[in-house]
């Protein structure tokens, strides 16, 4: 079956860094998103992946390695309007997007 | 652009009763999805249309769910009869056409049903 895990919740300190994980298993693979999630909002679009390596967008990151199935997504500076949850996307070989359940991110001042 | 234009945005209704959410969306995108987001289920994809013909709606949970998209810039989604464990909020989503590409949600029409 096709599976997407990362965490279900993070804590982080505002100021900071964090890393958000996701590994995936698919049918094949056509790219990888990350979106942001605020409360009672929709999802927006932050970052896609295909090939292997990091992609740097303002404070936020996202790294792709194919062979190991695994995505991160690297915030820096940490605001505390970065709370909110992250969802990992996977596009497979009928790009179909498998979604993950998401990552709650709770910044502390 | 305004964006992909959902409504309405919350909706309250008791059990039996048919509910239909509506979607616009972005002018030019070729593809548009139907979400449903609970906190037990994440988000999940009921089925989606690309220029107007319906592809896959494996996703739609039974009967109860129809989706149309009658011209370009119009989808709707309906439930009838309604039950208290429709209660989600369900997204509305475009894409421009190509394999790829990032989504562009609606504000969401929060569905609870009594």
């Known amino acids: 079956g096709q599976n997407i895990d990362q965490p279900t919740e993070m804590t982080a300190t505002e100021g900071a860094i964090v890393q958000i994980n996701c590994t995936y298993q698919?049918?094949?693979?056509?790219?990888l998103f990350w979106y942001q999630q605020h409360a009672g909002e929709a999802p927006t679009f932050l970052s896609y992946n295909v090939l292997d390596g990091l992609e740097e967008k303002g404070r936020f990151s996202s790294f792709l390695s194919r062979s190991k199935g695994y995505s991160y997504l690297l915030l820096k500076e940490l605001q505390m309007k970065d709370s909110a949850s992250y969802l990992c996307?996977?596009?497979?070989?009928?790009?179909?997007?498998?979604w993950g359940a998401g990552t709650k991110l709770i910044i502390k001042p | 652009d305004a964006g992909v234009i959902q409504s309405p945005r919350h909706e309250v209704t008791e059990m039996g009763q048919e509910v239909t959410l509506r979607c616009k969306p972005i002018s030019g995108h070729d593809y548009l999805f139907w979400y449903r987001q609970t906190m037990m289920r994440g988000l999940e994809l009921l089925i989606y249309?690309?220029?107007?013909?319906?592809?896959?709606d494996s996703g739609m949970p039974e009967d109860r769910f129809s989706a149309k998209m009658p011209n370009a810039s119009f989808s709707t989604l309906k439930i009838q009869p309604s039950e208290p464990r429709d209660s989600a909020v369900y997204f509305c989503a475009s894409r421009p056409g190509g394999d790829t590409g990032e989504l562009f949600f609606g504000e969401g029409s929060r569905l609870t049903v009594l």
């Open positions: 996307a996977v596009m497979d070989s009928n790009y179909q997007l498998i």
């Open positions: 698919t049918s094949g693979f056509n790219g």
């Open positions: 249309f690309n220029n107007n013909v319906p592809i896959d």
